[in-house]
Structures are given as C-alpha cells and as structure tokens.
C-alpha cells in the first residue's frame, strides 16, 4: 500500500469512520448548543420563580392580588363580577322577563 492510500484511509477514517468523526463531533457540539440554551432558560425560570416566592413569602398583598385575580377570591361581602366574551356568531340568549 502506498504513502497516498494510506493517506486517503486516514482522512477517510477522520471524516466518517469511529465514534469520534468530524460530522459526530460537529453533531455533538450542535446538541451541547442546544442544552446550553436550554439550561439557561431554566435557570431564568428558577430565578424568576425564586423572586415570586420571597415575594409571597414576604408580602400579603402580593398573595391576596394573586388570590383575586388568578382564583377570582373575594373577602366576605364582596360581589364578584366577571365578563365573558360573546362569541359573535352565537343567537343571542333571550331577555329575562
């Protein structure tokens, strides 16, 4: 075997051959890409929810504006009022006599 096929062997093993060929490792470089990005976005989201904790840990007005306008809660005597959009293509409900 001469100096050029082993040289053609080599460089063909390089591009495509074992477990770390070069389209193997530009492949894995692509995912760690994507799991960075993907672990940054969570620890935004653990920030984010770390400061709403101290928050409602803290403070009872935060937990009673959360309280009313996630659950819709009222305190004892209120009236609740909710709209509800009117699907437009719907008859419209008969008036109450």
Known sequence: MGTGAVLAVAAYYALWGGEYSVFGLRRLAAERRDADARL???????????????????????????????????????????FVPVDSGAPAPAPAR
């Open 40 to 82: 940054a976005d969570t620890r935004r989201q653990v920030d984010s929810l770390r400061t709403l904790a101290a928050t409602l840990e803290k403070s009872d007005d935060a937990v009673e504006r959360i309280a009313r306008e996630r659950f819709g809660m009222i305190r004892e005597g209120e009236l609740l009022y909710r």
